[in-house]
């Protein structure tokens, strides 16, 4: 049976931080940063998301509020077929909390596919 949902895997290892950091590409556009790291040859799996959403946004009712439209709109375009493989830093300002709903989710197609291009 196929999942409900489309599967992102979560970024829970120092070394994949590193790497986002020294050799990942970034985009910036609106209040969306996305940090991409290629798949490494021969990997197949789902995309892995992490986030980093600044205390500047307020505290954490309204940082996870934010991290939660991230995440569906990131499986969103997943289930369309718009977010490849690989490994995706995503971050992000208040005024995520209230673009709307379509505004959100182009702008992080955009800003997506600015950073693996």
Same mark, same amino acid.
């Given at each position: 049976m196929a999942p409900s949902r489309p599967e992102l895997w979560r970024v829970t290892d120092?070394?994949?931080f590193q790497a986002l950091r020294e050799r990942g590409r970034r985009a910036?556009? +609106?209040p969306l940063v996305v940090t991409w790291?290629?798949?490494e040859a021969g990997e197949v799996r789902p995309p892995r998301v992490a986030f980093a959403i600044s205390r500047t946004v307020g +505290?954490?009712?309204r940082r996870n509020r934010i991290r939660r439209r991230l995440r569906a709109a990131l499986r969103e375009l997943q289930a369309t077929g718009r977010l490849p493989a690989g490994t995706?830093?995503? +971050? +992000?300002?208040l005024e995520l909390a209230h673009l709307p709903w379509s505004a959100l989710v182009?702008?992080?197609d955009a800003v997506c596919?600015?950073?693996?291009?």
């Open positions: 120092g070394q994949t910036r556009r +609106g790291l290629a798949p +505290g954490a009712v995706y830093l995503v +971050g +992000g300002r182009e702008q992080l596919t600015e950073a693996r291009s």
